[in-house]
């Protein structure tokens, strides 16, 4: 093979994996819950049309951000999509939800994003229609959200992670609209710690649900993801923590959605037996 025929066969994979973009679309979903129309990202590989069925990570927002958080503030994630052959979808939290379903009517989040949000992506689009091809994850409140809706709904999603999660909200009483969503934690101390993810892992079997935690050691949530990681070694639940130096900021979840998306197409290719 001549160098001329050897330059144009280079220009042209070239031209062919920089062609490749993940799709980005913004959809209105509604919540029959909470009787309102719902906005979220849906981002598909470039090959999408051609591809057959595929997993959804449902990617979750912080507190006071909103479903165009991750597109907006991590650019470049949704590469992802391409390189794992997979679809990314990203709820609307409705600011502060913290993802749980509360006795405001307005605030039931847990259904919209474990059964609405995921019959609306399974409706519209070639979807692994179960567990196999579901995980989420989140940063911060979504953090504690991918947790706390992955061991609520072990049905419906296979794999969860966290970033910098707030997987233990008793140190915070006073934070982030949590007393508006479940009452003032002195007056309503049993919905507090129901509620909360450390408290949870009794719902857990060991190798049931794939779980990775990450968290910065400068992060105001260390402390509280190095307690539920001793608390799941201590009950034998296998899960991927990982700890580097960092703060509760973009930069690194930028970073840590690399390996959380990773993590995820490792659960999606493997064997995986049924629930019992």
């Given at each position: 093979?001549?160098?001329?025929?050897?330059?144009?066969?280079?220009?042209?994979?070239?031209?062919?994996?920089?062609?490749?973009?993940?799709?980005?679309?913004?959809?209105d979903?509604?919540?029959?819950?909470?009787?309102?129309?719902?906005?979220?990202?849906?981002?598909?590989?470039?090959?999408?049309?051609?591809?057959?069925?595929?997993?959804?990570?449902?990617?979750?927002?912080?507190?006071?951000?909103?479903?165009?958080?991750?597109?907006?503030?991590?650019?470049?994630?949704?590469?992802?999509a391409?390189?794992?052959?997979?679809?990314?979808?990203c709820?609307?939290?409705?600011?502060?939800?913290?993802?749980?379903?509360?006795?405001?009517?307005?605030?039931?989040?847990?259904?919209y994003?474990?059964?609405?949000?995921?019959?609306f992506?399974?409706?519209?689009?070639k979807?692994?229609?179960?567990?196999?091809?579901?995980?989420?994850?989140?940063?911060?409140?979504?953090?504690?959200?991918?947790?706390?809706?992955?061991?609520?709904?072990?049905?419906?999603?296979?794999?969860?992670?966290?970033?910098?999660?707030?997987?233990?909200i008793?140190?915070?009483?006073?934070?982030?609209?949590?007393?508006?969503r479940l009452g003032?934690?002195?007056?309503?101390p049993?919905?507090?710690?129901?509620?909360?993810?450390?408290?949870?892992l009794?719902?857990?079997?060991?190798?049931?649900?794939?779980?990775?935690?990450?968290?910065?050691?400068?992060?105001?949530?260390?402390?509280v993801?190095?307690?539920l990681?001793?608390?799941?070694?201590?009950?034998?639940?296998?899960?991927?923590?990982?700890?580097?130096p960092g703060?509760?900021?973009?930069?690194?979840?930028?970073?840590?959605?690399?390996?959380?998306?990773?993590?995820?197409?490792?659960?999606?290719s493997?064997?995986?037996?049924?629930?019992?």
């Amino acid at each position: 093979m001549n160098k001329v025929l050897l330059q144009l066969l280079f220009l042209i994979t070239s031209l062919s994996i920089t062609s490749q973009a993940a799709v980005v679309d913004t959809v209105d979903t509604y919540s029959a819950a909470m009787k309102k129309n719902i906005k979220a990202v849906v981002i598909r590989p470039d090959n999408y049309a051609s591809a057959g069925e595929m997993p959804v990570v449902y990617l979750l927002h912080g507190y006071s951000g909103n479903y165009a958080d991750w597109v907006k503030r991590a650019p470049g994630f949704e590469k992802a999509a391409d390189t794992f052959q997979m679809m990314i979808v990203c709820p609307d939290g409705g600011f502060g939800s913290w993802y749980w379903d509360t006795k405001d009517p307005q605030f039931q989040y847990e259904t919209y994003v474990s059964k609405e949000l995921v019959s609306f992506i399974d409706s519209k689009y070639k979807t692994i229609k179960d567990r196999r091809g579901r995980a989420i994850t989140g940063l911060s409140m979504g953090g504690h959200g991918g947790l706390y809706l992955a061991f609520r709904h072990q049905d419906v999603f296979g794999a969860a992670g966290s970033m910098s999660g707030g997987v233990d909200i008793r140190p915070f009483p006073n934070n982030w609209d949590m007393a508006k969503r479940l009452g003032k934690y002195a007056e309503n101390p049993k919905v507090w710690e129901e509620n909360t993810v450390i408290n949870m892992l009794h719902l857990l079997t060991p190798n049931t649900l794939s779980i990775i935690i990450d968290c910065g050691k400068e992060d105001f949530f260390f402390g509280v993801n190095e307690n539920l990681h001793r608390e799941l070694m201590y009950r034998n639940i296998p899960h991927d923590y990982i700890v580097r130096p960092g703060a509760h900021n973009w930069p690194y979840w930028t970073n840590a959605i690399q390996y959380q998306l990773l993590f995820m197409n490792n659960f999606f290719s493997k064997k995986e037996a049924p629930v019992k």
